[in-house]
T-cell receptor, first 116, second 117 residues
Framework: KAGVTQTPRYLIKTRGQQVTLSCSPISGHRSVSWYQQTPGQGLQFLFEYFSETQRNKGNFPGRFSGRQFSNSRSEMNVSTLELGDSALYLC???????????????FGNGTRLTVT | AQKITQTQPGMFVQEKEAVTLDCTYDTSDPSYGLFWYKQPSSGEMIFLIYQGSYDQQNATEGRYSLNFQKARKSANLVISASQLGDSAMYFCAMRESNNNAGNMLTFGGGTRLMVKP
């Protein structure tokens, strides 16, 4: 079974630009979550999508947005990039929590974004 | 207040010895789950082990086991017979079961484990 696939692996952008990251979940997983990982703030939850609806959102500005498609694939978008947005962005997929709390989140390899 | 605390930023362990990585948590939710993940330098997050708050026994998965002390709100990861490939960052995470939590995980700051040959 294929794991969570994130593209691209690396991105270099300039301040003020926007960026779109993609995530394909494990087949059958309908919940997709996004996390930002930085040396200073650690791992922080961005948002979760389930059945094309945002179910939960972390404490990030509106420049960070996402969506989920009918095939459960998800994208996140960051507009007006700032230097502080440089981070590893991790996507995770999971079975819905209601199917049993034991279902772990399975993470992709991440997209490393560098903003210059 | 920190919900997940990992007090050991870095640890060394001799190859083939056992090591315990500490994790304490804070929640008022009676139903929650605790996870441990391993993150090698490549960046991927690898799921290791899960403990549910109502589980009667400590979780075990191969060389990984959880020392779960609910009253103390601690869920320490024990790695037996350390191997060089165990060198990585280790994260403790919690998923609460209130309606707003969904599949959101709260992570600790991590512990960098270095296995010495």
């Amino acid at each position: 079974k294929a794991g969570v696939t994130q593209t691209p692996r690396y991105l270099i952008k300039t301040r003020g630009q926007q960026v779109t990251l993609s995530c394909s979940p494990i087949s059958g997983h309908r919940s997709v979550s996004w996390y930002q990982q930085t040396p200073g703030q650690g791992l922080q939850f961005l948002f979760e999508y389930f059945s094309e609806t945002q179910r939960n959102k972390g404490n990030f500005p509106g420049r960070f947005s996402g969506r989920q498609f009918s095939n459960s694939r998800s994208e996140m978008n960051v507009s007006t990039l700032e230097l502080g947005d440089s981070a590893l962005y991790l996507c995770a997929s999971s079975l819905p929590r209601g199917t049993g709390g034991r279902s772990p989140l399975h993470f992709g390899n991440g997209t490393r974004l560098t903003v210059t | 207040a920190q919900k997940i605390t990992q007090t050991q930023p870095g640890m060394f362990v001799q190859e083939k010895e056992a090591v315990t990585l500490d994790c304490t948590y804070d929640t008022s939710d009676p139903s929650y789950g605790l996870f441990w993940y391993k993150q090698p330098s490549s960046g991927e997050m690898i799921f290791l082990i899960y403990q549910g708050s109502y589980d009667q026994q400590n979780a075990t998965e191969g060389r990984y086991s959880l020392n779960f002390q609910k009253a103390r709100k601690s869920a320490n990861l024990v790695i037996s017979a350390s191997q060089l490939g165990d060198s990585a960052m280790y994260f403790c995470a919690m998923r609460e079961s209130n309606n707003n939590a969904g599949n959101m995980l709260t992570f600790g700051g991590g512990t960098r484990l270095m296995v010495k040959p």
